[in-house]
């Protein structure tokens, strides 16, 4: 049972467009989500995360908005930019000490 | 920012041998770690959680005999691929957990590609 949902594998976005990636879950106890990037055969790097409370992080050219009554939440990147290309994912917790559930990823590839 | 290293990046080894990996959190102590393998073109999946001082809780499906986890330290915990096969062939990552603004917050290595010939 997949409990944090990437339905898009990948996504293709022309340079300087806005990206946008999005993720869906089923848990409405998970209170933490967070967005992490994926170059290939490498670790995942934090980017962004947001507190169920808040409906909206930014931070320089990464907007996570967060729509708890359709558990869903979405990356925002303006303007992509090439090194943005890689593999997002998007991960919940169901409280600050719990593991991370993982979806499966969105590949994004960014358009000269 | 929190940095987690792990060693060696990358091991070929044959099968039947063990295999032993290293994360170690440079500038912050971390009583829990996790890791995590992920095959070509899917998403990571959690193998154990690894708590300072005690034993790794391991995820179902995972065989805690053949992957040995030990975190000896409150920097240091490592993996050993006992008896590698060539299923076992994969990216292995871990993350070291470290208390950020909201809560705890993980922090990932950069990863360590193991080939069993």
């Known amino acids: 049972d997949q409990q944090v949902k990437q339905n898009s594998p990948s996504l293709s976005v022309q340079e300087g467009r806005i990206s946008i990636l999005n993720c869906d879950y089923t848990n409405s106890m998970f209170d933490y989500f967070l967005w992490y990037k994926k170059y290939p055969a490498e670790g995942p790097t934090f980017l962004i995360s947001i507190s169920s409370i808040k409906d909206k992080n930014e931070d320089g050219r990464f907007t996570v908005f967060l729509n708890k009554s359709a558990k869903h939440l979405s990356l925002h990147i303006v303007p992509s930019q090439p090194g943005d290309s890689a593999v997002y994912f998007c991960?919940?917790?169901?409280?600050?000490?719990?593991?991370?559930?993982w979806g499966a990823g969105t590949k994004l590839i960014i358009k000269p | 920012g929190a940095v987690v290293s792990q060693h060696p990046s990358r091991v070929i080894c044959k099968s039947g041998t063990s295999v032993k990996i290293e994360c170690r959190s440079l500038?912050?102590?971390?009583?829990?770690m996790f890791w995590y393998r992920q095959f070509p073109k899917q998403s990571l999946m959690l193998m154990a959680t690894?708590?300072?001082?005690?034993?790794?809780?391991?995820e179902q499906g995972v065989e805690k005999d053949k992957f040995l986890i030990n975190h000896a330290s409150l920097t240091l915990s490592t993996l050993t691929v006992t008896s590698a096969h060539p299923e076992d062939s994969s990216f292995y990552i871990c993350?070291?957990?470290?208390?950020?603004?909201?809560?705890?917050?993980?922090?990932f290595g950069p990863g360590t590609r193991l080939t069993v010939t």
């Open positions: 991960a919940a917790q169901l409280d600050s000490n719990y593991q991370l559930i």
């Open positions: 993350s070291a957990r470290d208390r950020g603004p909201f809560g705890y917050e993980q922090y």
């Open positions: 500038d912050f102590q971390a009583t829990t």
């Open positions: 690894s708590n300072e001082g005690s034993k790794a809780t391991y």
